[in-house]
């Protein structure tokens, strides 16, 4: 098992930044990959932004150029550094780990932490 705790969370003016940061324990050795979803009110869950452990990226298209993701694999952490917010970013942000296993994946999530982004 994997357990997944976030911090970094609150209430930021347009323009402003936040960080999240994000770490794992447990049986972290099989993580692969490592990332950023959210979900506003009443809208799906969305990506925001992955890293595996070899260290490939994706971000969605509405974060690229202004949220940058990061990881360190040897302390099992993962920020996400969020630059220009916009009120569209007001969310809660939910930290991923995926963890690879013969060939199948298993996913964990975390309790998720607020980001309010105020006009």
């Known amino acids: 098992q994997v357990q997944l705790v976030e911090s970094g969370g609150g209430l930021v003016q347009a323009g402003g930044s936040l960080r999240l940061s994000c770490v794992a324990s447990?049986?972290?050795?099989?993580?692969?990959?490592m990332g950023w979803y959210r979900q506003a009110p009443g809208k799906p869950r969305e990506l925001v932004a992955i890293i595996t452990s070899s260290g490939r990226l994706n971000y969605a298209d509405s974060v690229k150029g202004r949220f940058t993701i990061s990881r360190d694999n040897a302390e099992n952490t993962v920020d996400l550094q969020m630059n220009s917010l916009k009120p569209e970013d007001t969310a809660v942000y939910y930290c991923?780990?995926?963890?690879?296993?013969?060939?199948?994946?298993?996913?964990?999530w975390g309790q998720g932490t607020q980001v309010t982004v105020s006009s």
């Open positions: 447990g049986t972290t050795f099989s993580i692969n990959a």
């Open positions: 991923n780990a995926i963890r690879s296993v013969s060939g199948l994946y298993y996913p964990y």
